[in-house]
């Protein structure tokens, strides 16, 4: 029923349920104990009930055969979806990798640059990109350097792996979306709920698989004193938020990777979620922005008024 809406509308609840996802991934960051363990605890949570829910999305009841017409697959599709789960926890574990050898702030802003691989995809299939587009995504950029905090205390320094890591997770990171536009453009692209099922069947089962290993690797390290990692109620309820949230914007984004130009969906979708989620962790949490970041993320609304094509029509 999601997609039976205007293309605008799906595009606000995406951002709308992306902010109130990245939301639920900073409460449990506060209140989840930073390390290994617990972040693939968080995945496996994430993957089942984010998979459950998407299934539940697909379901059309007024279908004769709801379950048939939902779970209708090719191998591509499958396969294209265990390629898009893969290149998910790729990113995530070079992200993890970046970030231990680097300072956050600036390996954020180097993943975060992956929005212009994704945007630039659709030259490949035949868009055009206007001037004012390609301005659009250098404010963007400008965006994505100012509206990054660095973390009191960050003490960690640069080095030539630090940059090749966090280059190979924005890589990643870019497939991610490239990966929704190949799938989209394909003659398989009804067979949405499969790609994203078998992508996230993929995440589920790979991040289980590491936090075993994890587990048994710090057990033996740490012997007795050492702690498995076990989600409480709290931390489990907001692990099920937090999937359930991410559905509707996978949904939704998968979607609109085929039906909008990608200089305008992707610079459009990543810097919306920056900017409304910014806003919305300051209303929340109460966190403070800098003047810096609130010249960010006005840099990021004008960016959303180029890449969209409003500027080409205004001065037309």
């Not at 030539?160 to 799938?183: D, T």
């Amino acid at each position: 029923m999601l997609l039976l809406l205007p293309v605008p509308v799906i595009l606000f609840i995406s951002l709308f349920f992306s902010v109130v996802h990245s939301m639920s991934r900073k409460l449990y960051n506060k209140c989840a104990p930073s390390h290994s363990q617990s972040l693939y605890a968080f995945h496996v949570i994430l993957g089942i009930s984010c998979g459950l829910f998407i299934f539940l999305l697909s379901i059309d009841p007024l279908s004769d055969s709801p379950l048939t017409d939902a779970l209708a697959f090719s191998f591509t599709s499958v396969a294209l979806g265990a390629l898009f789960g893969l290149l998910v926890m790729l990113q995530l574990l070079t992200y993890m990798y970046a970030l231990s050898l680097g300072p956050f702030s600036y390996t954020s802003v180097i993943v975060s640059l992956s929005t212009l691989i994704a945007a630039l995809s659709g030259l490949f299939y035949g868009e055009t990109i206007d001037v004012f587009q390609y301005i659009g995504m250098g404010i963007m950029v400008l965006c994505i350097v100012l509206s990054t905090n660095k973390s009191s205390g960050e003490e960690k320094r640069a080095s030539i792996k630090w940059v090749a890591i966090s280059l190979i997770s924005c890589v990643f990171n870019g497939g991610v979306g490239v990966m929704q536009k190949i799938h989209q453009s394909s003659s398989h692209k009804d067979e949405l709920t499969v790609f994203l099922l078998s992508a996230f069947a993929f995440i589920t089962v790979s991040s289980l698989v590491l936090y075993i290993i994890t587990r048994a690797k710090e057990r033996k390290l740490e012997g007795e004193k050492h702690v498995d990692f076990k989600p409480s109620k709290k931390q489990a309820l907001v692990c099920l938020l937090s999937g359930v949230t991410l559905s509707v914007p996978h949904v939704a984004n998968l979607y609109l990777a085929g039906q909008m130009p990608s200089a305008v969906f992707f610079p459009i979708i990543n810097t919306g979620s920056l900017v409304l989620t910014t806003i919305a962790a300051s209303l929340v949490f109460k966190e403070r922005l800098s003047p810096k970041q609130w010249v960010g993320l006005a840099f990021g609304i004008i960016s959303s008024l180029f890449v969209s094509g409003t500027v080409s029509a205004w001065l037309a």
